[in-house]
C-alpha cells in the first residue's frame, strides 16, 4: 500500500449496483493481502452508504473483520433518529446521537445516528462500527478521514492514463484494458515509491508523473543492454531534481 498499488479490480456491467460488487471486492482483497484470521481481526472496512446493508455488515463481521459504515437506507435511518434521546454538536448544523443497532448482528457494535439540517430541513443517515472509540465525534471522524479513492485513484487514473477517452465496445476487451491500466497504475507506483518520494515531485499525481515527467526530452545512453547515462534537457523545469531520482531509482535506494 505505501506504493499506492491497486489491490484488485473487476468490471461489472453499468447496471450492477455498488451493493452486489461488495463481496467480490472484499474477497478479493482478501486473496490479494493474503489476510489471515488474525489480520482479518485487525483490519476495518470503513464502508460509505452504496454497501451498508445489514446483509453485508452481518457476512464482515461473521468473517471476523471490524467495521465503520454507513447504513444503506434512508428510511431506516429516520426511523433510529426519533429513538434518539440526546443530540451532541459535531459541525455546525450536524448533530450526532447514539441508538440501539436496528437488528442483531451477530456480534456486538455500536451504532449513531447524524442528523444535518439542509435548506431548513432534517436529514438523517446511520452508522455501525465494531471499534471503541473515545467519543461519537471520534468515530465520525475517523470515517469522514478515510481513504477516498474516488478521488486518489480513479479521477488520477482517468487523467493521467486516458480511461475516460479509451472505452473498447467489446466486455472483454475493455476488461483486459482495465487490467493494463492496473498495470500502469502499478508501476507508476512503483516509480513514485521509489524515485520521487521525498522529492519535490513527492506530490505529483499520475497525470503530472505522465505529462511533466515520463514526458520529459532527454537522451539515453547505453553500453549493451545497460543503461550508463541520462542527460536531461536543463531548461525544463523539475530537470535537476529529476536526475537526482532516476539515480536513486536505477540504483534501487
Same mark, same amino acid.
Given at each position: 500500500m505505501a506504493e499506492r498499488e491497486t489491490l484488485w479490480s473487476e468490471l461489472f456491467p453499468g447496471n450492477r449496483h455498488t451493493h452486489d460488487c461488495f463481496q467480490p471486492a472484499v474477497l478479493g482483497a482478501e486473496t490479494a493481502l493474503d489476510l489471515s484470521l488474525e489480520q482479518r481481526r485487525r483490519t476495518v472496512w470503513r464502508m460509505d452508504g452504496g454497501a451498508g446493508s445489514c446483509e453485508h455488515f452481518r457476512w464482515l463481521l461473521a468473517r471476523d473483520y471490524q467495521v465503520?459504515? =454507513?447504513?444503506? @437506507? *434512508?428510511? =431506516? *435511518? /429516520?426511523?433510529? *433518529?426519533? =429513538?434518539?434521546?440526546?443530540?451532541d454538536k459535531y459541525r455546525q448544523n450536524v448533530w450526532l446521537a447514539?441508538?440501539? +443497532? +436496528?437488528? /442483531?448482528?451477530? !456480534? +456486538?457494535v455500536r451504532c449513531f445516528v447524524k442528523r444535518q439540517l439542509k435548506?431548513? =430541513?432534517?436529514?438523517? @443517515?446511520?452508522?455501525? @462500527?465494531?471499534?471503541?472509540?473515545?467519543?461519537?465525534q471520534a468515530y465520525l471522524h475517523f470515517y469522514d478521514d478515510r481513504g477516498a479513492a474516488e478521488v486518489e485513484q480513479? !479521477?488520477?487514473?482517468? @487523467?493521467?492514463?486516458?480511461l475516460a477517452a479509451r472505452r473498447k465496445h467489446n466486455f472483454a476487451g475493455q476488461q483486459g484494458y482495465i487490467l493494463l491500466a492496473d498495470l500502469a497504475h502499478n508501476l507508476l507506483g512503483h516509480f513514485w515509491h521509489s524515485a520521487l518520494a521525498n522529492s519535490p515531485m513527492a506530490g505529483f499525481g499520475p497525470k503530472r508523473i505522465v505529462r511533466d515527467l515520463l514526458a520529459f526530452p532527454g537522451r539515453l545512453y547505453f553500453e549493451g543492454d545497460r543503461l550508463t547515462r541520462v542527460e536531461l534537457l536543463s531548461q525544463k523545469q523539475f530537470s535537476q531534481e529529476l536526475v537526482l531520482c532516476l539515480v536513486r531509482f536505477c540504483s534501487g535506494g
Amino acid at each position: 500500500m505505501a506504493e499506492r498499488e491497486t489491490l484488485w479490480s473487476e468490471l461489472f456491467p453499468g447496471n450492477r449496483h455498488t451493493h452486489d460488487c461488495f463481496q467480490p471486492a472484499v474477497l478479493g482483497a482478501e486473496t490479494a493481502l493474503d489476510l489471515s484470521l488474525e489480520q482479518r481481526r485487525r483490519t476495518v472496512w470503513r464502508m460509505d452508504g452504496g454497501a451498508g446493508s445489514c446483509e453485508h455488515f452481518r457476512w464482515l463481521l461473521a468473517r471476523d473483520y471490524q467495521v465503520l459504515a =454507513k447504513g444503506l @437506507s *434512508a428510511i =431506516k *435511518a /429516520d426511523a433510529l *433518529a426519533g =429513538k434518539a434521546t440526546r443530540w451532541d454538536k459535531y459541525r455546525q448544523n450536524v448533530w450526532l446521537a447514539e441508538v440501539e +443497532p +436496528p437488528v /442483531d448482528y451477530g !456480534r +456486538p457494535v455500536r451504532c449513531f445516528v447524524k442528523r444535518q439540517l439542509k435548506e431548513g =430541513k432534517f436529514h438523517h @443517515s446511520y452508522y455501525i @462500527s465494531t471499534l471503541a472509540c473515545s467519543s461519537k465525534q471520534a468515530y465520525l471522524h475517523f470515517y469522514d478521514d478515510r481513504g477516498a479513492a474516488e478521488v486518489e485513484q480513479f !479521477r488520477g487514473d482517468k @487523467s493521467g492514463l486516458g480511461l475516460a477517452a479509451r472505452r473498447k465496445h467489446n466486455f472483454a476487451g475493455q476488461q483486459g484494458y482495465i487490467l493494463l491500466a492496473d498495470l500502469a497504475h502499478n508501476l507508476l507506483g512503483h516509480f513514485w515509491h521509489s524515485a520521487l518520494a521525498n522529492s519535490p515531485m513527492a506530490g505529483f499525481g499520475p497525470k503530472r508523473i505522465v505529462r511533466d515527467l515520463l514526458a520529459f526530452p532527454g537522451r539515453l545512453y547505453f553500453e549493451g543492454d545497460r543503461l550508463t547515462r541520462v542527460e536531461l534537457l536543463s531548461q525544463k523545469q523539475f530537470s535537476q531534481e529529476l536526475v537526482l531520482c532516476l539515480v536513486r531509482f536505477c540504483s534501487g535506494g
